[in-house]
């Protein structure tokens, strides 16, 4: 595409490298990058450089901070007795929004999928279960991604921490709140049925 400056064409491509950025998104992005004060965008591209330069993995949980442990493995007022399992730090930060988890997390880094050439040995599985050795640990919850992936990783996960006497929960699957049954797909609808609770 001819946007008329070479280097508004190079931020229009390295911002198309993000995910979920097609070319309409990052024209208009660039475009409003462009129209931005001077100042705005100084400090977007040094939260950008800073970024990079600190943030790294915390060394408990593997979730995104630039300190050796994130803010969640620190804060003393949160549970040890649960380990939520999450495959990436974006599905931490969506069951923390939902201020209902007050334990602590062990992020994977993604989730078994041979066809994608991600075997157990990629993930951080073997973390996981030094954490679950040490003690105080008495229920993991798995929450992978609904998906052939993720449901795969569950299983695996399920099947090596069983022995150790800790308890396995997966989370629930099911209608979202304020659908109606007559459009839910098959897998979903029976997903709700086979997870029911008492009320």
Do not use: W
Not at 101 to 110: Q, S
Request: glycine residues 8%; aromatic residues 4%.
């Amino acid at each position: 595409m001819q946007v008329g400056s070479e280097l508004l064409s190079r931020l229009i491509t390295e911002l198309g490298q993000l995910p979920s950025v097609g070319p309409k998104t990052a024209t208009r992005l660039a475009m409003y990058i462009v129209q931005m004060a001077r100042e705005d965008a100084e400090r977007l591209a040094q939260a950008i450089l800073e970024v990079k330069a600190q943030v790294g993995f915390c060394s408990v949980c593997g979730h995104l901070t630039e300190h050796s442990a994130c803010d969640i493995c620190r804060d003393l007022n949160r549970s040890d007795s649960q380990i939520c399992v999450v495959e990436q730090s974006a599905d931490l930060l969506a069951i923390e929004r939902t201020a209902e988890f007050r334990g602590r997390y062990h992020i994977l880094r993604g989730a078994i999928s041979p066809l994608d050439g991600v075997g157990p040995d990629d993930l951080r599985v073997k973390e996981l279960l030094e954490r679950l050795r040490a003690g105080s640990v008495e229920e993991v919850i798995i929450a992978t991604n609904p998906n052939a992936a993720g449901e795969a990783t569950a299983l695996y996960l399920s099947r090596l921490i069983a022995p150790l006497g800790v308890r396995v929960t997966r989370i629930a699957r099911g209608i979202p709140i304020g659908s109606d049954l007559e459009y839910s797909d098959q897998s979903t609808l029976a997903s709700a049925l086979s997870g029911r609770r008492e009320i």
